[in-house]
Every structure is written in C-alpha cells, then in structure tokens.
C-alpha cells in the first residue's frame, strides 16, 4: 500500500519560477523524505526531514513538515531545466522501510 | 565511491520464464533493500536485507519471487515463473544500517518487460 499521496500529479513551469509539491500521509512516522527520479534512472535522494523537525533547507530546496495535519512539502526556488524530472516522497515507519507516493511529474520549460 | 551497481540494465523475456537480477551494494553497507516499480508507480518494497538475514519480505509474492544476499553483501533476485504482469523496474537500493539508515542510496535499475 503507498502511505504519501503527493499533489499535484503533474506541474509544469517557466525556467526561473518556483515549485511546490505537497505530500500527504496517513499513519506517524520517523521521518519523511523525498526523492528525486530522472526518466528511466534510479533515485537520488533530495533531503530527510524527521518527525520533530518543521522546516529544512538544502540549497534551492525546503521541505516543511506538518505532523498535525500528517502533510509535507517541498518547495524548488528558480528552478532550471534540469530540475524536470519525477519527485517522491516517502514516509519511513518501522523497520526503516521506506513506502513511497506515485510521485509528481515535473517538467520545467526553458 | 562507487553506487549501487544492478546488472543486467533490461531484460526482455516471455511468460513462465525465469530471470533473475544482480545487485552490488555500496561498500560497507549493512541494509540492502529490492524495490518492484511499475509504470507510473512509486517503488514498492519487496525484501529488506540486514546483513544477509531478511528483516522485512511481507510484499514479497514468495510463490515466484526469490531473493538471497550470500555473505552479505551482494544479492539476488529471482522470478519463477515470470507473469505479465511483473513488467517493471526492479530498483536495488542500500544504506549503512544502524542510526544511520535513514537514507538510502538507489542503482540504475533493471527494466524487465515480460512479453
């Protein structure tokens, strides 16, 4: 079963604008994180974000975490063409198993 | 240092076949985990491997799939029989283990299209 559901399905922007992507879940976690995945290739992971954390950068990202409302975004500041590519998010329960959404395609037009 | 190396990169085989996939994990890492993803899926957790003991095979569809990490370090999956339906992305994935398993470091995959 996939615990993120991540909105919207599909985004596509300018080159230099923002994106938001939103992920919510339904069960507690240890820690929420995402991931990034260029067509036909593996995933890279983006930044963690732990269960008592609200906010986290990491260059031109940031993720916040709302536990209360079991929600999660991640926020690209002037994005560039090579942002274009699928993002996850995945909670992390027990065990440290990571259960992923169906991810957000994002294209980025130059 | 070196990723996660998956070998072969696609595989493409007929119904009731058997195939199975290679996986090299980063140097060091304890955890090893198989992820099955469909088209316009996110991966799904098949084995979780601590060491070479299993920690987690609940999604695991144990009456055709297989998997083994011998000494602990590489692993194997396997299906047999292959069913249309297991047309996907096997992804391989490992992280160090211990407080320090949270990320967790994905290869290329392996496409398998079973016709």
């Known amino acids: 079963s996939q615990q993120g559901e991540e909105d919207p399905q599909a985004l596509s922007i300018q080159e230099g604008e923002n994106a938001t992507m939103n992920c919510s879940y339904k069960?507690?976690?240890?820690?929420l994180q995402w991931y990034r995945q260029n067509s036909g290739r593996g995933l890279v992971h983006l930044i963690l974000?732990?269960?008592?954390?609200r906010e986290k950068h990491s260059g031109r990202l940031r993720v916040t975490l709302d536990t209360s409302k079991k929600s999660s975004s991640l926020l690209i500041t002037a994005s560039r063409a090579a942002d274009t590519a699928s993002y996850f998010c995945?909670?992390?329960?027990?065990?440290?198993?990571?259960?992923f959404g169906k991810g957000i395609t994002l294209s980025v037009r130059p | 240092e070196a990723g996660v190396a998956q070998s072969p990169r696609y595989k493409i085989i007929e119904k009731r076949q058997s195939v199975a996939f290679w996986c090299n994990p980063i140097?060091?890492?304890?955890?090893l985990y198989w992820y099955q993803q469909i088209l316009g899926q996110g991966p799904k957790l098949l084995i979780q491997?601590?060491?070479?003991?299993?920690?987690?095979d609940s999604q695991l569809p144990k009456d055709r799939f297989s998997a083994e990490r011998l000494k602990g370090v590489d692993s194997t999956l396997k299906i047999q029989p292959a069913k249309l339906e297991d047309s996907a992305v096997y992804l391989c994935?490992?992280?160090?283990?211990?407080?320090?398993?949270?990320?967790?470091?994905f290869g290329p995959g392996t496409r398998l299209l079973v016709l």
């Open positions: 995945a909670t992390d329960g027990a065990n440290s198993k990571l259960t």
């Open positions: 491997f601590q060491n070479n003991g299993v920690v987690d």
């Open positions: 974000i732990r269960s008592n954390e």
């Open positions: 994935a490992s992280s160090r283990g211990g407080r320090f398993q949270e990320t967790q470091y």
């Open positions: 069960t507690s976690i240890n820690n």
């Open positions: 140097s060091g890492h304890a955890t």
